[in-house]
């Protein structure tokens, strides 16, 4: 059975040291910490407090973690835009060796303008991927890379894709968001499990809302159930991180009740993976 986690954004508004709480409170056994979580990054990033929450939380741990993404790309046009974007991927994978984490999960970027990628903007991309590479050597985290939404401009959105790129990477392992691929359809989710499960350590979990976007709860939904059914047929064992967003609910959530929901997610993990 894998580890059945949640994205520290759920709780984004609360202190980190709050966040682990909850988190365990709701029964979960590990958590994925976006450095972007806003309590630790708007403060300069306080690793001391994090490796506190981290040590005070045993039953969590190994945590996950999250590279930056937000305003970033590290294949951007811009080269200074490309440039701070990979640092920040690197120095993610160092902080995550540093806290003793499993897994850090790194996005593959984009072409800046909305066209399909070009050979300029694949150059960016193995530019990007040695740095990684390089940060990856002599650590102990796994470097996860994620699939993107199905977008003209994303790098990495098809099944096809992924396993061109861990073939070429061997270092490199694979985070399934499967949300993102459910948005091209069930079965290209289905067609990422046929092609990457040997390097696939954590899967990025949610269903598709009434709108056709992913983040939302898992639980009563029929298509988020058969690609799980499928991981769980297949021996599966890695990291299972629910990645929800709070704003698709019609009201604000307590604390109390983000820890019922997650309560809630669990159950219906367990009943598919037991």
């Not at 039953?59 to 937000?70: G, R």
């Not at 300029?120 to 699939?147: C, H, L, P, S």
């Amino acid at each position: 059975m894998g580890r059945f986690a949640v994205s520290t954004m759920f709780f984004h508004e609360y202190p980190c040291d709050y966040i682990f709480d909850y988190v365990a409170e709701s029964g979960l056994d590990g958590l994925e910490f976006w450095v972007e979580t806003p309590h630790f990054w708007l403060r300069d990033r306080p690793e001391d407090e994090l490796s506190r929450c981290i040590a005070g939380h045993p039953e969590l741990s190994p945590i996950t973690v999250h590279a930056p993404t937000l305003d970033l790309n590290p294949c951007s046009i811009n080269p200074r835009v490309a440039e701070i974007s990979v640092d920040y991927t690197v120095e993610a994978v160092r902080m995550a060796d540093r806290m003793g984490a499993g897994v850090v999960t790194v996005h593959p970027g984009r072409r800046t303008a909305k066209r399909h990628p070009s050979a300029y903007d694949y150059r960016r991309f193995d530019d990007y991927i040695a740095r990684v590479r390089e940060a990856a050597e002599g650590t102990q985290v796994k470097v996860a890379i994620e699939n993107l939404e199905p977008r003209v401009n994303s790098l990495l959105s098809t099944a096809e894709d992924a396993a061109e790129v861990l073939e070429r990477e061997p270092w490199l392992w694979f985070t399934l968001d499967m949300g993102h691929a459910m948005m091209t359809s069930c079965d290209e989710t289905i067609r990422f499990i046929d092609l990457c499960i040997e390097r696939m350590t954590n899967v990025h979990v949610s269903a598709l809302g009434g709108n056709g976007r992913p983040h939302h709860p898992i639980h009563g939904d029929p298509a988020a159930t058969r690609v799980l059914a499928e991981l769980a047929d297949r021996g599966y064992g890695g990291y299972l991180t629910l990645e929800l967003e709070d704003m698709v609910f019609p009201e604000t959530l307590s604390s109390e009740e983000k820890v019922v929901l997650l309560m809630r997610e669990l159950e219906t993990l367990q009943e598919i993976f037991s």
